[in-house]
């Protein structure tokens, strides 16, 4: 079964629980706005193929299917519609980030922690032996209600590295990019530019952070 005619089904079973008005064509619809379609047709077209491919990201508008279940006259509730949009989340439902622009931060930050890049290893090795990575902030090109062909993030954080006498971490400015694959659809995270941006300290262990947990279909 494809990806959407999944979503379809759970959201239809959903929502017919609280009005049988729901016919699997309105679900269709609404489902279209949350991926950036003015209608099921356009989502066919241009993004149905895509979406069924499992895109890395897809970046899903909750309000914009509310928005459209209004237009046509659906009697359906915030409440309703959220709670039906949440079954989606589930990995065994959605094998891919069911997110919004906002949750792109994490989806850089964590590009940044897992991704291998030369730049960044060249910065660790020249300290010693190499270790991990980990993100401290991030910061967005563009606007959060832009979705650019190509969507940028200035990702900070520390490479560490062993050293003979302690755990060095080096302070790192890199560039995660994403390109888009669709209307509201985002391909694997890369890191486009890496670069040292401050001094090597010596990391206490008491500093160490837990690594950042992917906030799975962070739709809400």
Known sequence: MDQFTRWSGIIHAALYKHTSQIKLGHVHQLLAACLGHQSYASLRVRDLDTLNKRPSYVLFDVDAGLDRALDIGLPLSEAT???A????????ITSFWLTTISGMHSAAELTFEDGFDSRILAIKTSLGFPNGQRATSSHSHTAEDQLPDILKFDVRGEVQAYTD???????VLSVVEFVKVGVRMYGEGTIADAKQCGEPRILNPDEEE????????DID
């Open 81 to 83: 519609w959220k709670t």
């Open 85 to 92: 949009v949440m079954l989606l989340r589930p990995s065994g």
């Open 210 to 217: 837990e690594p950042l947990v992917e906030v799975y279909g």
């Open 165 to 171: 006498e302690a755990l060095m971490a080096t302070p």
